[in-house]
């Protein structure tokens, strides 16, 4: 015998002690948890049911039984009451074989409360006691007996060969104690019921809960301990049999649940290093993008502190006239020439530049500036000269790139990495507004133009709330006749101040390129028609005035709004006749989305309005589309009339303008005409319509009321 034994080590003793401690905390509860279970209770009361619906059928039958025995024994009783209680000597066959006495101590101490006797032909002899309900009149159709509705009183037939005497007697016998007896066996029997069900179903539920409910709840532990911890469940091992069905179950259970948390751990892992690259990198060129290029440039800011030898130089830049490669030859081409451009600079600049990709076209740069790169304009000319080096090659065609770089530096330019980038991004608009293709370095004054240009943005929208914007009209008339036609609503902005005059005129082509950038132009657009169309109305209904009004459509609220909708509304709600109303719309509108350009013209043209070009000539269209748009007129640009005279490239392309409307049918309006010589160049050209200072100043509503009212006719009364 050995003097001592060897301990497991003390962790594992504690593991064991841990899976053993809650083995038995599950299985010790099980007996309380069989009777909480609702799955136990409703296949317990299924059993117990099932139990008592078969031993009510059972009773159901067997009552039937008891009460047949019941009532044959009463009947054997009247007999063997009665048949010693017959005369033998009585041989007249209509008399009665019982005596009036005999028949008297029959129903006073015997079962017999009533009797008939009949002959054996049915012959009514005589009736003793209480009279039985059973009546005998068809001697080949003898019922046997007859119980009342209440139980209480049973008749029978004797029959000859029952009494041995050549008679039929039907006794009355009193069958209440048969009900009793029956009552105390359903009783009896109820309880018997009641007890084995309850003991069926008490050994069920012991049954139930070893070989079913412990390795539901032991399956259900792991479970839930996997549903709160799906990466690392402590499931503890199966102590159920694997080859029977349940314990196999849960076997298979378990291999899942480690499964599950394997590939959770794997998911995750995978998830993260997925979602990092999404969050942190470009998915098309591989390069950090804006995120990260903030988060590196504000680690390196501050691991360089108040150093004054770190500087670094940031780099924004922007490839010119990239949408123009996407519309033209196909996003294919331009997602190519962007991996291109990032892997050229890559390879390009030091290894210890980040270059990223911050937008659709943009890139930017940081570089720690040291002895050899002492600048950060340095570091835009290299960027530039780079990109210049040599032609992209995408798909055996080759693409010049150019590009506009914004440039700014740490910490000269400020001292917190997105004010620097947001000042890098400040000098690339403005080498964009500046016309490309150039580097521009950060000064205050582009910060404070943009702060200008977002405070006029401001300002502009508190006028269109607080309705400081107003419409001005120019007039428009037929060169040939001389004759008023139209006016066109030109919008003017007057911005109160502290000054003397209360305020002053904001000019459009300051503010409305800015309310186009912003997508402000499509209320103030709404506006604008909702306006000059009541105004027009006004004049028709006021001043007999029936005019053309021609109002100028962006391309915002082509793309933007319903324009048809909207335009319907109006109509409808200032009750102007749609064929008075034009609108005047720019080439680079049709340009955009020539398909939905001319389904919304069509059905403007459809609604009675009048469509013409504005500004035609100072953009590009083609003639195919052109074609194809529902327009009346055609707009020769001021630029082009106020230089025919002395411009004989103006002048030609003022011809052809007129020339190319006409082969169109389409009518020809010039806007510019200043002066006498223009507008008779505009007739030796056959030009059709013509508007300017010429004629009259655009001038707000009843100004341009008492214009039309004094008007005579006469072009030569307003020569100048």
Same mark, same amino acid.
């Given at each position: 015998?050995?003097?001592?034994?060897?301990?497991?080590?003390?962790?594992?003793?504690?593991?064991?002690? #841990?899976?053993?401690?809650?083995?038995?905390?599950?299985?010790? #509860?099980?007996?309380?948890?069989?009777?909480?279970?609702?799955?136990?209770?409703?296949?317990?009361?299924?059993?117990?049911?099932?139990? =008592?619906?078969?031993?009510?059928?059972?009773?159901?039958?067997?009552?039937?039984?008891?009460?047949?025995?019941?009532?044959?024994?009463?009947?054997?009783?009247?007999?063997?009451? =009665?048949?010693?209680?017959?005369?033998?000597?009585?041989?007249?066959?209509?008399?009665?074989?019982?005596?009036?006495?005999?028949?008297?101590?029959?129903?006073?101490?015997?079962?017999?409360?009533?009797?008939?006797?009949?002959?054996?032909?049915?012959?009514?002899?005589?009736?003793?006691?209480?009279?039985?309900?059973?009546?005998?009149?068809?001697?080949?159709?003898?019922?046997?007996?007859?119980?009342?509705?209440?139980?209480?009183?049973?008749?029978?037939?004797?029959?000859?060969?029952?009494?041995?005497?050549?008679?039929?007697?039907?006794?009355?016998?009193?069958?209440?104690?048969?009900?009793?007896?029956?009552?105390?066996?359903?009783?009896?029997?109820?309880?018997?019921?009641?007890?084995?069900?309850?003991?069926?179903?008490?050994?069920?539920?012991?049954?139930?809960?070893?070989?079913?409910?412990?390795?539901?709840?032991?399956?259900?532990?792991?479970?839930?301990?996997?549903?709160?911890?799906?990466?690392?469940?402590?499931?503890?091992?199966?102590?159920?049999?694997?080859?029977?069905?349940?314990?196999?179950?849960?076997?298979?259970? &378990?291999?899942?649940?480690?499964?599950?948390?394997?590939?959770?751990?794997?998911?995750?892992?995978?998830?993260?290093?997925?979602?990092?690259?999404?969050?942190?990198?470009?998915?098309?060129?591989?390069?950090?993008?804006?995120?990260?290029?903030? *988060?590196?440039?504000?680690?390196?800011?501050?691991?360089?502190?108040?150093?004054?030898?770190?500087?670094?130089?940031?780099?924004?830049?922007?490839?010119?006239?990239?949408?123009?490669?996407?519309?033209?030859?196909?996003?294919?081409?331009?997602?190519?020439?962007?991996?291109?451009?990032?892997?050229?600079?890559?390879?390009?600049?030091?290894?210890?530049?980040?270059?990223?990709?911050?937008?659709?076209?943009?890139?930017?740069?940081?570089?720690?500036?040291?002895?050899?790169?002492?600048?950060?304009?340095?570091?835009?000319?290299?960027?530039?000269?780079?990109?210049?080096?040599?032609?992209?090659?995408?798909?055996?065609?080759?693409?010049?790139?150019?590009?506009?770089?914004?440039?700014?530096?740490?910490?000269?330019?400020?001292?917190?990495?997105?004010?620097?980038?947001?000042?890098?991004?400040?000098?690339?608009?403005?080498?964009?507004?500046?016309?490309?293709?150039?580097?521009?370095?950060?000064?205050?004054?582009?910060?404070?133009?943009? &702060?200008?240009?977002?405070?006029?943005?401001?300002?502009?929208?508190?006028?269109?709330?607080?309705?400081?914007?107003?419409?001005?009209?120019?007039?428009? =008339?037929?060169?040939?006749?001389?004759?008023?036609?139209?006016?066109?609503?030109?919008?003017?902005?007057?911005?109160?101040?502290?000054?003397?005059?209360?305020?002053?005129?904001?000019?459009?082509?300051?503010?409305?390129?800015?309310?186009?950038?912003?997508?402000?132009?499509?209320?103030?657009?709404?506006?604008?028609?909702?306006?000059?169309?009541?105004?027009?109305?006004?004049?028709?209904?006021?001043?007999?005035?029936?005019?053309?009004?021609?109002?100028?459509?962006?391309?915002?609220?082509?793309?933007? #709004?319903?324009?048809?909708?909207?335009?319907?509304?109006?109509?409808?709600?200032?009750?102007?006749?749609?064929?008075?109303?034009?609108?005047?719309?720019?080439?680079?509108?049709?340009?955009?989305?020539?398909?939905?350009?001319?389904?919304?013209?069509?059905?403007?043209?459809?609604?009675?309005?009048?469509?013409?070009?504005?500004?035609?000539?100072?953009?590009?269209?083609?003639?195919?589309?052109?074609?194809?748009?529902?327009?009346?007129?055609?707009?020769?640009? *001021?630029?082009?009339?106020?230089?025919?005279?002395?411009?004989?490239?103006?002048?030609?392309?003022?011809?052809?303008?007129?020339?190319?409307?006409?082969?169109?049918?389409?009518?020809?309006?010039?806007?510019?005409?200043?002066?006498?010589?223009?507008?008779?160049?505009?007739?030796?050209?056959?030009?059709?319509?013509?508007?300017?200072?010429?004629?009259?100043?655009?001038?707000?509503?009843?100004?341009?009321?008492?214009?039309?009212?004094?008007?005579?006719?006469?072009?030569?009364?307003?020569?100048?």
């Amino acid at each position: 015998m050995h003097l001592y034994h060897r301990k497991e080590p003390l962790v594992k003793q504690d593991h064991k002690k #841990s899976r053993l401690s809650l083995f038995q905390n599950t299985f010790s #509860s099980s007996p309380a948890q069989i009777w909480k279970s609702r799955i136990s209770w409703r296949i317990t009361l299924a059993a117990f049911l099932t139990i =008592l619906t078969v031993q009510a059928a059972i009773l159901n039958f067997e009552l039937k039984t008891f009460e047949q025995e019941r009532l044959d024994q009463l009947r054997e009783v009247g007999r063997s009451a =009665l048949t010693p209680a017959i005369d033998p000597s009585v041989r007249d066959l209509l008399s009665s074989p019982v005596s009036d006495a005999h028949a008297d101590r029959l129903i006073s101490t015997t079962a017999i409360n009533g009797l008939t006797v009949y002959s054996s032909q049915l012959d009514l002899i005589k009736i003793y006691g209480e009279p039985p309900a059973l009546q005998l009149t068809d001697r080949y159709n003898i019922p046997e007996s007859r119980r009342s509705p209440d139980g209480r009183t049973y008749d029978v037939v004797f029959r000859s060969n029952d009494l041995n005497r050549p008679f039929i007697m039907v006794a009355r016998l009193d069958s209440s104690s048969v009900q009793t007896q029956m009552i105390g066996f359903v009783r009896q029997t109820i309880q018997i019921m009641l007890l084995m069900s309850a003991f069926v179903t008490s050994v069920l539920m012991l049954a139930m809960g070893r070989w079913l409910l412990e390795p539901i709840l032991f399956m259900r532990g792991n479970l839930l301990e996997a549903s709160r911890n799906p990466e690392n469940p402590s499931i503890q091992d199966s102590p159920f049999d694997a080859h029977d069905e349940i314990g196999g179950t849960i076997a298979l259970t &378990q291999a899942l649940i480690r499964q599950n948390a394997e590939n959770i751990q794997q998911i995750k892992s995978s998830a993260e290093n997925k979602i990092h690259k999404l969050a942190y990198y470009d998915t098309l060129t591989g390069l950090p993008n804006r995120t990260l290029f903030l *988060q590196t440039l504000t680690e390196k800011m501050r691991a360089a502190g108040d150093s004054e030898l770190e500087r670094f130089a940031i780099v924004t830049m922007d490839l010119d006239h990239f949408k123009d490669i996407n519309d033209s030859m196909g996003h294919n081409v331009g997602d190519a020439i962007l991996r291109a451009v990032g892997k050229r600079l890559r390879a390009a600049l030091p290894e210890r530049a980040m270059v990223s990709r911050t937008g659709e076209d943009e890139f930017a740069v940081t570089l720690k500036l040291d002895e050899d790169i002492k600048t950060a304009r340095m570091v835009a000319e290299k960027i530039v000269q780079v990109i210049r080096s040599e032609p992209f090659r995408v798909f055996s065609e080759d693409f010049q790139v150019r590009v506009s770089v914004g440039v700014a530096t740490f910490p000269d330019d400020g001292l917190d990495p997105d004010h620097v980038l947001k000042n890098a991004d400040i000098a690339l608009n403005r080498a964009k507004e500046d016309g490309r293709d150039m580097i521009k370095e950060y000064s205050e004054d582009f910060d404070r133009a943009v &702060q200008q240009r977002f405070q006029l943005l401001r300002d502009l929208r508190d006028a269109l709330e607080r309705k400081q914007l107003d419409l001005y009209y120019q007039p428009q =008339l037929d060169l040939t006749t001389g004759r008023i036609i139209g006016a066109e609503a030109l919008l003017r902005w007057w911005k109160p101040n502290n000054s003397k005059e209360g305020g002053t005129f904001i000019s459009p082509a300051e503010f409305i390129p800015v309310a186009e950038q912003s997508g402000l132009i499509v209320p103030i657009g709404e506006w604008v028609l909702s306006t000059a169309c009541a105004e027009a109305k006004s004049w028709e209904d006021l001043h007999d005035i029936n005019i053309r009004i021609a109002v100028n459509v962006s391309a915002a609220q082509f793309s933007q #709004s319903d324009l048809v909708l909207h335009v319907e509304r109006v109509i409808a709600h200032t009750g102007l006749d749609p064929r008075r109303l034009e609108l005047e719309v720019t080439e680079s509108v049709f340009m955009d989305d020539v398909r939905h350009t001319i389904e919304t013209l069509k059905r403007l043209h459809e609604f009675g309005l009048e469509l013409a070009i504005d500004d035609f000539g100072t953009g590009y269209s083609s003639l195919s589309y052109l074609r194809q748009f529902p327009i009346d007129r055609l707009k020769i640009d *001021q630029s082009f009339i106020r230089n025919a005279l002395n411009n004989s490239d103006d002048a030609s392309i003022a011809r052809t303008i007129v020339g190319l409307g006409h082969s169109l049918n389409l009518k020809v309006i010039a806007e510019g005409v200043e002066t006498k010589e223009h507008e008779t160049f505009l007739l030796a050209e056959g030009c059709d319509e013509a508007q300017g200072y010429r004629y009259c100043r655009p001038v707000p509503s009843d100004q341009m009321v008492e214009f039309v009212k004094n008007y005579n006719g006469k072009l030569s009364s307003f020569d100048r």
